[in-house]
């Protein structure tokens, strides 16, 4: 019932840029902290940015000065714009939030979308 899809991965040479979307929709009583997270092959899920109801953002150190994180008024769209991209970022994107549904909204829990593919290669 609460649906969270990434969009805007892709093949993007070193040094270049990509923007990622992620939309949040469904039964939503109320949207809290956003983030996105990455996951490399043979390597576990990891903290890309954060950004919570006050728009606090919070950053992995190996993303900082190269990324910045976005998130809408109505809490229910989020980006990652990503700058200086190296092999290194080469990974899949997971976009998470923090809901509380309308059928339970004393018990927010986090949503995670399908992920999105984002490879930095020459």
């Known amino acids: 019932q609460v649906r969270v899809v990434e969009s805007g991965g892709g093949l993007v040479q070193p040094g270049g840029s990509l923007r990622l979307s992620c939309a949040v929709s469904?039964?939503?009583?109320?949207?809290?902290?956003m983030g996105w997270y990455r996951q490399a092959p043979g390597k576990e899920r990891e903290l890309v940015a954060g950004?919570?109801?006050?728009?606090?953002?919070d950053y992995a150190d190996f993303v900082k000065g190269r990324f910045t994180i976005h998130r809408d008024s109505a809490n229910t769209a989020l980006s990652l714009q990503m700058n200086s991209l190296t092999p290194e970022d080469t990974a899949v994107y997971f976009c998470?939030?923090?809901?509380?549904?309308?059928?339970?909204?004393?018990?927010?829990?986090?949503?995670w979308g399908q992920g999105t593919q984002v490879t930095v290669s020459s």
């Open positions: 998470n939030a923090r809901v509380a549904p309308v059928d339970n909204p004393w018990v927010p829990r986090g949503y």
């Open positions: 950004i919570n109801n006050d728009n606090r953002e």
């Open positions: 469904g039964r939503i009583f109320r949207v809290h902290t």
